[in-house]
């Protein structure tokens, strides 16, 4: 299944936001590689709450086929949710009609807003189920791609092993099963909705 997101401008604005040491970061790094590869123009910023690790952050990536006036995101056209707070903060500044991927592990309330699509996944229960919860990023990138057809899967994959190589054939191993366990379950349960409550 797959999602278009109409935009006027041919730019899709994209925010990625969760706890610091979620791999908010590397999430966003990995789709602007995958932009690189498949020669599309991409841009991004990261924001760090005080905390660092286990405060919170986010990153914004701007992907256009034109070129790109400015890296700010106020409204993103899909917003990608590791926690709770995060859809406490970015719920309303969403686009209208936008989409919002959210691990339904750590978010335990429903979208309020019914113009909304969304997208769910345990991302974090399926990285725990493969051995180390610091992938559920890529579980939730897999779902991403797989609802969006936003980049191409052989991107992605090339993108985390550019990004992982120097940490070993295991971890890049482990972050390609993570993304195929994202796809699989978006392809096996798309749950995609028009929430309200």
Known sequence: MSLRIEMDN????????????????????????ACMAEDRRVTGMISYGAEMRGGTANTTIVISDEQIASPVVEKPDIAIILNQPSLDKFEEKIAKKGLVVINTSLVTRQVKRPDLKVVGTNATEIAHQLG?????????????????????????????????????????????????????????HPCLTNQTG
């Open 10 to 33: 041919k730019e899709t604005k994209i925010v990625i936001a969760g706890f610091g040491g979620q791999g908010v970061v590397s999430a966003g790094n990995i789709i602007a590689r």
């Open 132 to 188: 180390n919860v610091k992938c559920a990023n890529m579980v939730i990138l897999g779902t991403f791609i797989a609802a969006t057809g936003l980049l191409k899967t052989k991107s992605i994959t090339k993108a985390i092993e550019g990004l992982f190589s120097r940490k070993g054939a295991a971890i890049v191993e482990l972050n390609i099963k993570a993304l195929q366990a994202g796809i699989k379950e978006n392809q096996s």
